[in-house]
Structure formats: structure tokens, C-alpha cells
């Protein structure tokens, strides 16, 4: 398992549109892996595979609270069946779009369907805090993101907001050491 760099606007690849999964075998498995651990250290309760540069309808997410055992949840291919109830306002954020919180408007429940970590096909409505964090994450798999939902003017503050407080962090820690990374060898 290993924690992914998540992407952040005005990232281009957040934008695309996610491939259909083919099959659910050990190599997605071990993507899923990799975006639970990347979501938990973030820590965030929702991951789309797009964040991290993968462009496939693949989401993990975990609502669990803090003092309950950790409850993972694994969707490939998911899709909104049915839509129902009012639309309900929710205060979101989103890791591609650190400490930028919002109102966003969804129907309160939705049905899915989607296959789990094991390829099973599952169906079952969604409400609550549920609802509202697979429509977020569904959302990325179109590349659309929750701040795409408000004004361009609380759009466009947001993607500078993010952008400045990327490139203040870059200008006071040095570059990131890996055994793969050589970026900082000739300067
Ligand atoms: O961690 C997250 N919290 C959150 C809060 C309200 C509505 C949606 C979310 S999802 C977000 C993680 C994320 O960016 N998923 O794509
Ligand atoms: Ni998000």
C-alpha cells in the first residue's frame, strides 16, 4: 500500500471523464488499496480515483466516526439508478480543493449501483451524509468538481485561494525526496 499525491486545482486532469473499469482484479485492488490509505492520511471521508491521477470510475469512501471502527466502502462503475426528495443543501469540501468549504444543493436520496471490491453487483439507496458524498465523488468521475456548483466569481477565488496557498507551501519546504526523484540533484 502506498499514500498517493492527491491533485489539486487548477489540476487539468481533474477535468476528464473516467473510463469504465473492465474488471475488478488484484492490480484495481490494489489501486483501491492505495486511494483508501491516500483518503485516510488526507484525511478525508471520500476518494475518486481521478484524484489521484487515475482516470477510472473507481471511488473508495469511509463514513465511520473517529471512535468507530473504521468501515470502508469500495465503488467501481457506480451509477445513479434513482434520484428522490427535496434537493438538500450540505456544506462541502474536497481534497482537490483544500480548506475551500461551500453549500452545494443534491436530492436527498439516490439509488445505486455499483460493483464492490470483490466485483459483486450491489444496489441500494444512499441518504444522508452518504448521499451526499457519493454524488460529490460520482461528480469527479465526470470531472466536475463542488465548487463547479456555485457563482464563477466563489469559483474562480477558490482555484486562486488553492493556488497560492500551493505555491506559498512550495516556496518553504524544499522538494520532495524520493528514491525515484532526481529533481533536486542538479540545480
Ligand atoms: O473529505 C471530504 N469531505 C466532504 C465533505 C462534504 C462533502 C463531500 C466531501 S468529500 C471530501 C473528500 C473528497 O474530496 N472527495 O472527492
Ligand atoms: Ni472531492
Redesign the pocket.
Known amino acids: 500500500m502506498a499514500i498517493r499525491d492527491i491533485l489539486t486545482v487548477p489540476h487539468p486532469i481533474l477535468k476528464k471523464v473516467s473510463e469504465p473499469v473492465d474488471t475488478v482484479d488484484d492490480e484495481l485492488r490494489a489501486l483501491m488499496d492505495d486511494m483508501l490509505e491516500t483518503?485516510y492520511a488526507?484525511p478525508?471521508?471520500?476518494?475518486?480515483a481521478i484524484?489521484v491521477g487515475v482516470p477510472k470510475r473507481v471511488i473508495v469512501m469511509d463514513l465511520a466516526d473517529k471512535d468507530e471502527e473504521p468501515a470502508p466502502r469500495y465503488f467501481v462503475n457506480p451509477e445513479i439508478i434513482e434520484r428522490e426528495g427535496d434537493l438538500v443543501p450540505?456544506?462541502?469540501?474536497?481534497?482537490?480543493v483544500p480548506d475551500i468549504y461551500d453549500e452545494v444543493e443534491r436530492p436527498a436520496r439516490v439509488r445505486l449501483r455499483y460493483l464492490d471490491y470483490f466485483g459483486r453487483e450491489v444496489e441500494e439507496w444512499a441518504e444522508g451524509l452518504y448521499a451526499?458524498?457519493i454524488q460529490?465523488?460520482m461528480d469527479?468521475l465526470e470531472g466536475v468538481l463542488?465548487i463547479d456548483h456555485l457563482s464563477r466569481l466563489k469559483r474562480e477565488r477558490a482555484v486562486k485561494k488553492v493556488q497560492k496557498s500551493a505555491q506559498a507551501k512550495a516556496e518553504t519546504r524544499p522538494a520532495k525526496s524520493g528514491k525515484d526523484d532526481d529533481s533536486r540533484a542538479a540545480i
Not at 90 to 96: A, K, P
Open positions: 483518503m488526507a478525508g471521508i471520500g476518494l475518486a484524484q450540505y456544506e462541502e469540501g474536497c481534497l482537490s451526499v458524498c460529490h465523488e469527479h463542488f
